[in-house]
């Protein structure tokens, strides 16, 4: 799935989806964006669409973990941190959300609203309000979620 606030470069798949970054994670992959560019379109499409469903997830990390070592020859690096997993929690907004909204000016996310969100929608907003992320989509995306 590619977003609507992504279309800048969804033709090409010339950066990293929110999509395959929440993949990433669930893997404990880290992917750089110098070995995302040595696939090809059709690994990059099926990075993006593959599921990971239950049984799956462990199959799509095998894939991965085979691309970057045949397309760009290197061994796979595997996150060291637990990634946050703000994001599964449906139930309140979190604080590194609501303090970008504030800086930014924006409208609040209610927390109604964001229980109403998708885990990808919701990954994809605590992505574009993490310190030293560029998050400039940030307002096309709370736009696009109905925020």
């Excluded at 929110?18 to 669930?26: A, I, P």
């Excluded at 560019?37 to 049984?55: I, K, M, P, Q, V």
């Excluded at 994001?87 to 229980?115: F, Y």
Aim: net charge neutral.
């Amino acid at each position: 799935m590619i977003f609507g606030f992504e279309r800048d470069f969804a033709d090409t798949l010339r950066c990293i989806p929110m999509s395959v970054r929440m993949k990433l994670d669930e893997c404990g992959i880290k992917l750089s964006l110098r070995q995302w560019s040595r696939f090809n379109y059709e690994d990059r499409y099926e990075l993006c669409y593959r599921s990971t469903e239950s049984d799956t997830n462990e199959t799509y990390c095998h894939f991965l973990e085979e691309l970057i070592r045949t397309r760009a020859n290197e061994e796979p690096v595997y996150l060291t941190q637990a990634q946050s997993i703000e994001w599964k929690d449906g139930r309140s907004v979190p604080i590194c959300l609501q303090k970008q909204v504030i800086e930014k000016a924006l409208p609040p996310v209610r927390p109604e609203k964001w229980r109403t969100l998708t885990p990808l929608q919701r990954f994809s907003l605590i992505k574009l309000c993490r310190s030293g992320h560029e998050n400039h989509n940030l307002p096309a995306a709370l736009k696009e979620f109905d925020l």
